[in-house]
């Protein structure tokens, strides 16, 4: 059973079966293009928790929610939870807060942009390019000598605060609890944040997901990572299975339209599509996984990954009470409006690309 | 023929470590680091068996620190 997942075939089949489910995920509610998108979901979350207050972008996504419960359930069956902490769990939480920012100027993470180009959105070229030379950056930087310094082994309690924190959004979720009027647990009742596949089913695919991922190792960032460091393909050859199985799913239901104008919850201003992704690419690089691995990583005990998540969930906070995302295209009267991010979105990028490179020009080991 | 990994905790370490076994003569190539070893998605070096003293040593003396060595 392990010699499956740790081999090819089994990375392979993992990777279509994420992808053909995440596919699935928008035929059963999910946003377009959107069946799984860690950035977006986080940020939605941050949006129902009312960290936020962008009423389009709100709701608890059980999807995040079976990530960590996964991959903790296949952490546990196989004697790999191991609670673990102290590698720079601050640096990781300011990681964290710009991959995200980076990440809704463009509007996707790395896992959306590959869905959204298997749903043929062509703009997904320009954030699938900029994340490469994001991850590029982050390796040569690797090469310098970047590092985070290493985890120790600590008490249970840090190991089990994600899987507690999944635990409790979920009844949040559940239960639709309010504290009170015009107070969160928010919920969208137009936009993106309004549509979501039933509760349990989004909540069984991320369950399958997360528990498929941490066996197989799964990373849409350690995927270019290895090609890059030692062409090496085999988690390459996971996330192509994804985007593949994706474009045939999405080609099936009828959801497959290639052009780069209008897409769904996107924007086809390029050079911000490209900078956006860059800058998340640099952030995921240097923390040593995509916002997903962080997910299962979390999951498996791992708190400098949980830092991580808080980082991703207040940076997604910011980027809407500061008008930092990306305001996807719009047609208004039979004309095209092109969106992007305001000008503060772009200076956020900015000074985030100058931050996290001195992240990885500064910290060295020797 | 026999090989032998090492594991590092920091995949900056791993490629100091390819580097300077490649300067010493050793036969090596950085591999992800096998599936049964560790959860991590990260880099290994893998190494003739047979070095495994001489390269170990040599890693040793350039202050190269690693996290653990395993046959495969």
């Given amino acids: 059973m392990s010699r499956f997942f740790?081999?090819?075939i089994g990375i392979i089949v993992s990777g279509a079966i994420i992808g053909a489910l995440a596919a699935l995920l928008v035929l059963w509610g999910n946003p377009p293009n959107m069946g799984i998108c860690v950035a977006c979901f986080t940020r939605d979350t941050a949006g129902a928790l009312g960290l936020h207050r962008a009423?389009?972008?709100?709701?608890?996504?059980?999807?995040?929610?079976g990530f960590i419960l996964g991959a903790l359930l296949g952490a546990l069956l196989f004697k790999e939870f191991k609670p673990r902490s102290g590698s720079a769990p601050l640096i990781r939480f300011v990681l964290g807060f710009f991959a995200i920012i980076g990440a809704l100027v463009f509007l996707g993470c790395p896992w959306r942009a590959y869905l959204r180009l298997a749903g043929g959105d062509l703009n997904a070229l320009l954030g699938i390019a900029g994340f490469?030379?994001?991850?590029?950056?982050?390796?040569?930087?690797?090469?310098?000598?970047?590092?985070?310094?290493?985890?120790?082994p600590v008490g249970t309690a840090v190991g089990l605060v994600m899987p507690v924190f999944a635990l409790i959004l979920l009844l949040l979720l559940l239960f639709r609890v309010s504290f009170g009027e015009n107070a969160p647990i928010f919920f969208s009742k137009s936009g993106p944040g309004s549509l979501h596949a039933p509760i349990l089913i989004s909540l069984a695919v991320g369950i399958v997901a997360g528990f498929l991922a941490q066996r197989t190792r799964f990373c849409t960032m350690g995927a270019i990572r290895d090609v890059i460091i030692m062409r090496d393909f085999h988690l390459l050859s996971g996330v192509l299975a994804f985007i593949v199985a994706a474009f045939l799913v999405n080609l099936a239901i009828g959801k497959f339209h290639p052009g780069f104008a209008a897409?769904?919850?996107?924007?086809?201003?390029?050079?911000?599509?490209?900078?956006?992704?860059?800058?998340?690419?640099?952030?995921?690089?240097?923390?040593?996984?995509?916002?997903?691995?962080?997910?299962?990583?979390?999951?498996?005990?791992?708190?400098?990954?949980?830092?991580?998540?808080?980082?991703?969930?207040?940076?997604?906070?910011?980027?809407?009470?500061?008008?930092?995302?990306?305001?996807?295209?719009?047609?208004?009267?039979?004309?095209?409006?092109?969106g992007g991010p305001s000008l503060w979105g772009q200076i956020a990028v900015i000074v985030g690309l100058i931050i996290v490179a001195a992240i990885g020009w500064t910290m060295r080991e020797k | 023929m026999e090989y032998g990994?090492?594991?590092?905790?920091?995949?900056?370490?791993?490629?100091?470590?390819?580097?300077?076994?490649?300067?010493?003569?050793?036969?090596?190539?950085?591999?992800?680091?096998?599936?049964?070893?560790?959860?991590?998605?990260?880099?290994?070096?893998?190494?003739?068996?047979?070095?495994?003293?001489?390269?170990l040593a040599l890693l040793e003396s350039k202050g190269v620190r690693i996290e653990g060595v395993h046959k495969i």
Avoid at chain 1, 134 to 144: D, E, Q, T, W
Avoid at chain 1, 274 to 296: I, K, N, T, W
Avoid at chain 2, 11 to 27: D, H, I, P, Q, R
Wanted: glycine letters at 12%.
């Fill in chain 1, 263 to 338: 897409q769904p919850i996107a924007h086809s201003n390029h050079l911000w599509n490209f900078l956006g992704m860059v800058l998340a690419g640099m952030s995921f690089a240097l923390a040593g996984g995509c916002p997903g691995r962080q997910f299962f990583m979390a999951g498996e005990g791992d708190g400098d990954a949980a830092i991580f998540i808080f980082g991703m969930l207040v940076g997604a906070a910011f980027a809407h009470n500061f008008n930092l995302a990306g305001v996807p295209d719009k047609i208004v009267d039979g004309k095209l409006v092109v």
């Fill in chain 1, 55 to 65: 009423a389009t972008v709100q709701y608890i996504r059980p999807e995040l929610i």
């Fill in chain 1, 132 to 152: 490469i030379v994001g991850v590029a950056i982050g390796v040569f930087f690797l090469k310098r000598g970047y590092s985070l310094g290493r985890s120790r």
């Fill in chain 2, 5 to 55: 990994v090492v594991v590092f905790y920091s995949t900056s370490w791993a490629l100091k470590a390819e580097k300077v076994a490649k300067e010493g003569g050793f036969e090596v190539k950085l591999i992800p680091t096998p599936r049964q070893i560790s959860s991590d998605c990260g880099t290994a070096l893998r190494f003739r068996w047979e070095d495994r003293e001489a390269l």
């Fill in chain 1, 6 to 8: 740790a081999s090819r």
